[in-house]
DNA sequence: TTATCTTACTTGTCATAACAAGTAATAACA
DNA sequence: TGTTATTACTTGTTATGACAAGTAAGATAA
């Protein structure tokens, strides 16, 4: 506790490996929520660091929501929540696995076509480019959650019919297609189950579903997807974190 | 453009003073999006700061999503977007008014109560303490939008009764009763309208309502504020960002 | 006893410095 | 001509140092 672990990381920076190490404390128990954690100088001491560098540290931690921190009286253990990293990008799969869920999809259908205007505003793309409509339905334990409706350019989407479309999205396109995403947007509402939506995910028609809409870009801000997501209003909930100011 | 108005905010920290002017900059057009900002060595001679200070100034920016950076490449202007702001946290009518809405709020009823286990455990408090329970409706345009029922603990909310409710609580809080609010949990999830509630928002029992929990915080960590938020399904839409990993 | 001051410790801000690492254009080489 | 090195510029990481500002506890003075 409290010291670098020199195992399998060490190409990581200084800073990163210690807010690991610390993050492992916090959620290991070894400081209890509102606990007073130890001083940057004893963290400088004990890490055998410098200031800035435990102040980087410390700056995740925060960011994680693991720590708050007040002038002149310390820093201290946030209590932890179990969906604090909820507020990063995530899909299903991702999200629902480190819970001990069993998280699968069906692939219902993949095909080329002119995209509304909606999605062609989203994706930032003209009528005659033309998109790659994925439509998945997503099962935890075995259980249907939800129906994903997802667009893509022609250039990306081309390249997923040829890949295994059962687990998450996400990965796929950042490890396969070798792409880096970096923010979304995200909007939600509630809204009833169409017929179609409902046969899918088992439901009657007209009840509540979680309506979400999101555009995921890369880490230059190109558009590279987005979905329309309806999840099952009685089996899902989102969960993050706000800071005020 | 690019250099400290030095206006009436002299006795804000430097990078929070180049945060801002770079804002300025970046949201009145003078960065067109994904065109190239200023190098950290510009930003240090022409504002005549350290890079320490560029660099905490440019983090803020990039934690708003207003800029992001390629090693070695440069630091770019996003494209700017009506919604990013909606991280933060915000009441209801601070979130709205700014974009022309008018936004009011109904109190329905203020009281001493005994707490359900969910309040007492969000609350941190036990259930012979009490804590005031506040329910109101809040209005858009004069339509009913969703119902607030609001928990504190028994010290803030016994000086809730003499205040005015029909606006937003939270500058209530932070400015009558002096409290510093921090972070906030917010869960989401649809579910049907109770008879209660269709009755405040007038739509139909069993129609699709956006259900929120939200525990506010104080910046030390301590809940102040528990509440159940009931929106109308057709009249609500939550929006925000968030960033890959 | 009560109020005020000092002191020590905390986080917050900012400067200067150095090197690592990624990118892109140019120069040198085959 | 085509490929490889060099070079200059970018952001990323880290160290050392200093002072400001908020907190809390103990010492001092009324």
Redesign the interface.
């Given at each position: 506790m409290g010291s670098l672990s020199s195992g399998n990381m060490s190409h990581l920076p200084l800073y990163m490996q210690i807010k690991e190490a610390l993050k492992k404390d916090i959620l290991g128990g070894h400081y209890a929520?509102?606990q007073k954690m130890p001083s940057e100088s004893e963290l400088m001491s004990s890490f055998g660091v410098s200031r800035i560098t435990v102040r980087q540290a410390l700056r995740y931690l925060h960011g994680e929501?693991l720590i708050?921190t007040?002038q002149g009286k310390g820093t201290?253990a946030?209590?932890p929540?179990a969906?604090q990293d909820v507020?990063?990008?995530q899909g299903f799969a991702e999200a629902m696995g480190p819970k001990g869920y069993e998280a699968s999809a069906r692939l219902i259908s993949i095909r080329e076509m002119t995209p509304s205007r909606e999605v062609r505003s989203r994706l930032n793309v003209l009528a005659k480019d033309g998109v790659v409509e994925v439509v998945r339905v997503r099962y935890l334990n075995r259980e249907p959650v939800s129906v994903d409706t997802s667009f893509f350019p022609i250039e990306i989407g081309r390249k997923l019919f040829s890949k295994d479309m059962s687990g998450d999205i996400?990965p796929l396109l950042e490890n396969e297609l070798r792409l880096e995403?970096?923010?979304?947007?995200?909007?939600?509402?509630?809204?009833?189950a169409d017929a179609n939506i409902a046969k899918l995910l088992g439901c009657d028609s007209?009840?509540?579903?979680?309506?979400v809409q999101r555009l995921t870009h890369d880490?230059?801000?190109s558009p590279v997807d987005f979905e329309y997501l309806a999840?099952r209003?009685?089996t899902?909930?989102?969960?993050?974190?706000?800071?005020?100011?």
């Open positions: 929520p509102y929501g708050f007040s201290f946030s209590k929540k969906t507020k990063y990008l996400f995403l970096g923010h979304a947007e995200v909007s939600l509402e509630a809204r009833p007209g009840s509540p579903i979680m309506w880490r230059f801000g999840f209003g009685d899902y909930k989102y969960r993050f974190q706000i800071e005020r100011s």
